[in-house]
């Protein structure tokens, strides 16, 4: 598909034609994936922040409480989510310089120990790192590098992600690539963008050979400036997943929990996504990024409660085997995109 073609499809508002254009992601899904489905767990492990992002509730003019959690603690929270089932750990980060300040050398142990003691593969998002930093954690066997652009509109970027080069983030990402790791890109809805913005970012995706493509409705918060720019219709996300399916037929495509929690996966799982995300155990005081709370303590966000919704669905949980084997197939895909 082409631009044109991208926008016309993301036009589309009639029932029928919304529920035709997901019932052609769901078989593009079903040809590269059959039943299964990867699951995530999501270790927000500190929320300090030296950015202002203008979306996001951890940006560091927002005067909230925040935490860093200890070593022993992270791992043993990586190491209850692997019990639970799920297929990878992502470490997630504010861009908190107490890391960068030791070279990295407390997150890079770990790392290691989880997965020593996991054996699952891992996914490092803690926002942009010098290239250096990016070459320990390829040499560490890193399997993930995720960063967001959020668009990839130069002037909306800069109005969201303020004070950060649009370059510099870009070429976080190829650098990663280049040194052997998976990448994944992704976009927000609802944040002022036009439907050419989002065709272009769906092409760019596939430009840059991301192996993991996600979209994430904006979700209002406190004391940002965007507290008051309204949530958009679930919709739009709906049908970018949908179009990415469609496009990208064997890339990962995640349905975040943490836009609606879990009573949001039955829809995006119906757009044609094959990644579950932002999975938490309950009760370890760990939040979310864009829900901060929703489903977290309650124990809405887990494998179990997720897995019960995809079997009702005719989709099951893939296995610890079906996730590596896919990182090997992928990897030779995105090498020559
Ligand atoms: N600090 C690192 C960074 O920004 O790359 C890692 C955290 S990253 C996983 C946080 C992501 O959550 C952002 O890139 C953005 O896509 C999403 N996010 C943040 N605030 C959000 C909000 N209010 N609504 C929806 N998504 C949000
Ligand atoms: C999620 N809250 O998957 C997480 C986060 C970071 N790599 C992912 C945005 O929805
Ligand atoms: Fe910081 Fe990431 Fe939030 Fe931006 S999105 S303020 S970099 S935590």
Known sequence: M????????????????????FSQARKAREKAFGNKIFMYG???????????????????????????????????????LAQSGVHLIDLTMGEDLSYHQDDFNSLLEIVNRIKESTGLPVMLSPGLIEDRYIDLFAKQGVE?????????????????????????????KGYAKEK?????????AGVDESLEDIADSILEMGKIGAAQMRVMSFVPQKGIPMERV??????????????????????????????????????????????????IPPKTGLAGVAQSSMDVDDGGRTVEEAAQILRRM????????????????????????
């Open 2 to 21: 082409n631009k044109n073609e991208i926008v016309d499809l993301l036009k589309i508002d009639s029932p029928d034609e919304v529920q035709k254009l």
């Open 42 to 80: 999501f270790v927000y492990f500190s929320t300090w922040c030296r950015n202002n992002c203008n979306f996001c509730y951890y940006r560091n003019a927002n005067q909230i409480d925040r935490y860093r959690k200890a070593p022993e603690e992270i791992i043993a929270i990586a190491e209850n």
């Open 144 to 172: 993930w590098y995720a960063l967001y652009q959020e668009t990839h509109n130069r002037d909306l970027y800069s109005r969201l992600r303020l004070d950060q080069d649009y370059d510099q983030r870009m070429h976080g």
């Open 180 to 188: 052997g790791m998976l990448i994944e890109e992704g976009i927000l």
């Open 230 to 279: 309204e949530k958009p219709s679930p919709l739009l996300e709906e049908k970018i997943i949908a179009i990415l399916r469609l496009m990208y037929p064997e890339v990962l495509i995640p349905a975040s929990l943490d836009i609606d929690g879990i009573k949001g996966l039955e829809d995006r799982m119906n757009a044609g996504a094959n990644v579950i995300t932002s999975i």
């Open 314 to 337: 005719g989709l099951r949980p893939a296995t610890a085997l079906e996730y590596r084997n896919y990182l090997t197939s992928i990897r030779k895909h995105t090498n020559c995109m």
